[in-house]
């Protein structure tokens, strides 16, 4: 069955599903295959639920009913499904990647756009290659602008998940020491994130640069792109405050940030800069940008009795971790505590990645440090401050016999190591 014809049933249809778990009424059951799972297997159950058509790969599973549409490979099928619909509706994309701060950039903008147009954005992270076909397929013919994060621990994913959903903008937020294991090296992080720009400037399309980052601008040359930035930028945004939440200044106009972490400076920026360039007003951008707040574990500043804690738990590598201690180190409070977790997926790197850190967290005298994780607690410490836990539990009970007032607490880690736990014992 060609696509046309499968994307006619979608337009029938009330979405896609791809979880037998979860499939609302009259969906197209997509059965993907996992390590560790077969969705052909679970068609039936899909039809039995109410769903409206199953898409399949294997013969077996097959009823000359109508209801089973058999095809080569249903992850490929729902992949060219999304870009059939992307090319239907014709409407514009954003698309964004980078090695720290794709979501929180990606929220941000959708907060200022939605200010004007109606926007569909990625949920969640589901920016991979079933992430972004389905934030497509969620995108109907009023979307007038689709907000579209792409992840990618591998060469060439960026370039495939380009060409499906054909971007108009693009953004790359940083390039950093993430997915070292599948890059193989930070000249590899460069190259595969990089892969978006390529496909911009084969398709004359344009992109979104900080002016602050030489290494977006050196390897954004040669591409239409607009600038953002502090000074001699097309759209200059100014940082009054970093010490607390952020408070930014552009055209004339002060807008307070819920976010912490001079490092989200730059996400701040992208939002306006990209608003502005697709003309929401100034105090549309303020109301957006100000009505965010974070969520999910990424830069929280909450309260939990007298203590301020600096939650960013939702992931780690080097470089968002020393990017965490460096705002840490100009946060006000006279008695800080740190909290960090091992950070995944560095491969031969991940030794001298978190000795690196640790030598830092001695040069740095911050007050109590606490680490936990494998990782972390082979690394070598002479600092008396500097505490090594191999396992949360270990941690645990450590962390009960802390009495902790009046404290300026740093919590992070990469999602594996669920830190996050740590807020039920303070």
Do not use: C, W
């Not at 740190?338 to 830092?360: C, K, P, R, W, Y």
């Not at 009495?403 to 039920?424: F, H, P, Q, W």
Request: no cysteine; charged share 20%.
């Amino acid at each position: 069955m060609d696509i046309k014809t499968i994307h006619q049933y979608f337009l029938e249809s009330s979405g896609v599903s791809t979880d037998s778990r979860n499939v609302p009424v009259k969906s197209i059951f997509f059965a993907l295959k996992g390590d560790n799972f077969n969705g052909n297997m679970f068609a039936q159950e899909a039809l039995d639920k109410g769903a409206f058509k199953v898409v399949i790969d294997e013969k077996k599973f097959h009823k000359d009913t109508g209801e089973t549409i058999l095809v080569e490979n249903v992850l490929v099928t729902l992949q060219q499904l999304a870009y059939f619909h992307r090319n239907y509706l014709g409407l514009h994309i954003i698309s964004l990647t980078g090695s720290n701060g794709k979501t929180t950039s990606k929220e941000l903008i959708n907060a200022v756009l939605s200010q004007k147009f109606k926007t569909i954005a990625t949920k969640g992270n589901l920016n991979n290659h079933i992430g972004v076909p389905l934030t497509l397929l969620s995108m109907d013919s009023e979307t007038e602008i689709g907000i579209v994060e792409m992840g990618a621990n591998h060469l060439g994913e960026i370039k495939m998940l380009s060409e499906i959903a054909k971007p108009d903008f693009g953004y790359i937020t940083n390039f950093g020491k993430a997915h070292l294991e599948g890059f193989g090296s930070l000249e590899g992080v460069i190259q595969g994130k990089t892969e978006l720009y390529q496909f911009l400037k084969d398709h004359n399309k344009k992109i979104f640069v900080n002016a602050n980052d030489s290494k977006q601008l050196e390897n954004s040359k040669g591409i239409y792109r607009i600038t953002f930035g502090d000074s001699n930028a097309d759209y200059v945004i100014k940082l009054l405050d970093g010490s607390n939440h952020l408070l930014v200044e552009y055209n004339g106009t002060e807008i307070q940030s819920n976010l912490v972490g001079v490092y989200n400076f730059a996400n701040v920026s992208a939002a306006i800069a990209i608003g502005a360039y697709l003309n929401v007003s100034v105090n549309d951008i303020k109301q957006g940008i100000e009505n965010y707040v974070p969520s999910n574990n990424r830069s929280q500043l909450m309260q939990r009795g007298s203590n301020t804690i600096l939650l960013d738990a939702y992931n780690a590598n080097p470089t968002s971790m020393m990017a965490a201690l460096e705002n840490f180190k100009q946060t006000k409070g006279d008695n800080k505590v740190i909290f960090l977790g091992d950070m995944f997926e560095l491969g031969t790197d991940s030794e001298a990645e978190h000795q690196s850190i640790v030598n830092f967290l001695t040069e740095n005298n911050f007050g109590k440090v606490f680490l936990t994780g494998s990782n972390f607690y082979k690394a070598k410490n002479s600092a008396s401050h500097i505490k090594q836990f191999k396992t949360f539990d270990d941690l645990k009970e450590v962390i009960k016999t802390q009495e902790l007032e009046n404290a300026t607490v740093l919590i992070k880690a990469s999602r594996g190591m669920a830190l996050e736990r740590i807020l039920d014992l303070l």
